[in-house]
């Protein structure tokens, strides 16, 4: 396909300011230090891509490359990403009384989480640009991700992440022969070794949360996809892990987007952020009636990949909450982990610590009454549960081989 037909990107504008900056030049944070937004001629899209082609195309995330940042085919970097189910939770949403439950289940994507959607995009588009490699600080998933998408596109890669990541995403970057430093200390500590590196290296882009435009590129992909799924409608209600915030503000973007299209019919849904009460800082701004967070001192909480004391993008988080009559919620790490257990026992499904605070904030909002419990409501799970062994502990018996499983009590 000829690259002019590939991506309908026309420029960068600043998240603030309005400011609109080159596309096609490496760029960071806008001229006041806020997140880049790519902005496509969506008259263009409209005019030459239909719903109908969309659902004839291979299904994986670049099926809506017209509205993706990388202009040539050749560099798309890809690992079959995108197009995980949406599946209904009958049992489990009877339990909470939501009979329309249903998840978007990002575990099964490569590398094991939604991390992989952002990474395939933003070193495609690195790599089209021209970059030798990509550094980040992580919380994990992010990092094993972009190791993994950066060793495909042949570029090098240098992380650093908190020494209390789970330790399966450590071996994930090192496999990939990413650069990985452990910090003693939190997300913040590590941004701060990465951005003295990233200075001393030539060739090598800082790809931190928000701080290049194209991650986020990637994640809205799960908004197109779960419009897609529902026969271009939206549901009611999205829940949303939230630590950087890049997945809702994407989706609330990709929202927008297909609302200019014209691909979407009915209201948008409500856009619910779902943090871990050990770390709550744009649930508290969101109370508060603020447009910021406050960062946050000793934030701690078993969902490690939502331990943000302070998101770059908080503001357009909140503002994704507030213009769709969404909400901010927190759940303490005793009703996430049950979440877990219980989801896992009802549906089979071993959901990562943040999707399940997602499942123990439907159980509060449904009995606060904020869910009627009519609504259609999509909760995404944002990893395997297999990335996270420590949290369901094991105790069970050790059998000699000549013994007898006991009967049932």
Known sequence: ??????????????SRTGTTFDADVVQGTSDVGAPLLARYDLGRVAA???????????????????????????????????MTPLLRLPRYGAQ???PGLLMKDEGLIPTGSFK????????????????????????????????????????????????????????????????LS??????????????????????????????EPYRLEGKKTM??????????RTPDVILYPTGGGVGIIGIHKALLEMRELGWLEGELPRLVAVQAEGCAPIVEA????ESESRPVKDAHTVAFGITVPKALGDFLVLDAVRQTDGTAISVTDEELLAAQGELARAEGAFVCPE?????????????????????????????SGLKYPETVPVDVPTLPVDGRIPSAP
């Not at 908004?223 to 271009?232: F, R, S």
Request: glycine share 12%.
């Open 223 to 232: 908004g197109y996809e779960i419009a897609e799924q529902l026969g271009w």
């Open 116 to 179: 992989a959607r952002g990474a395939a995009v933003g070193v495609s588009r690195a790599a089209e640009l021209g970059a030798r490699g990509v550094a980040m600080p992580t919380n994990g998933n992010a990092g094993a991700a972009w190791s993994v998408y950066a060793a495909r596109a042949g570029l090098g890669s240098l992380i650093a992440m908190p020494v209390d990541a789970p330790e399966i995403t450590r071996t994930e970057c090192v496999v990939a022969g990413a650069e």
């Open 286 to 289: 969101y109370e508060r009636g």
């Open 182 to 211: 452990l910090v003693d200390g939190l997300i913040g500590d590590a941004g701060k070794l990465v951005a003295a590196a990233v200075a001393e290296r030539d060739g090598f882009q800082e790809v931190s949360t928000l701080k």
């Open 355 to 383: 999707g399940a605070a997602c499942f123990a904030a439907v159980h509060r909002l449904r009995d606060s009454g904020w869910l009627r419990g009519d609504e259609r409501v999509v909760v995404l799970n944002t990893g």
């Open 96 to 98: 909470l009384g939501v």
């Open 1 to 14: 396909m000829p690259t002019a037909h590939f991506s309908a990107l026309s420029h960068l504008e600043c």
């Open 48 to 82: 030459t891509v239909t719903r109908e082609q969309i659902a004839s195309r291979a299904p994986d995330l670049w099926r809506y490359r017209e509205l993706l940042p990388v202009r040539g085919e050749r560099h798309v970097c890809s690992l079959g990403e995108g």
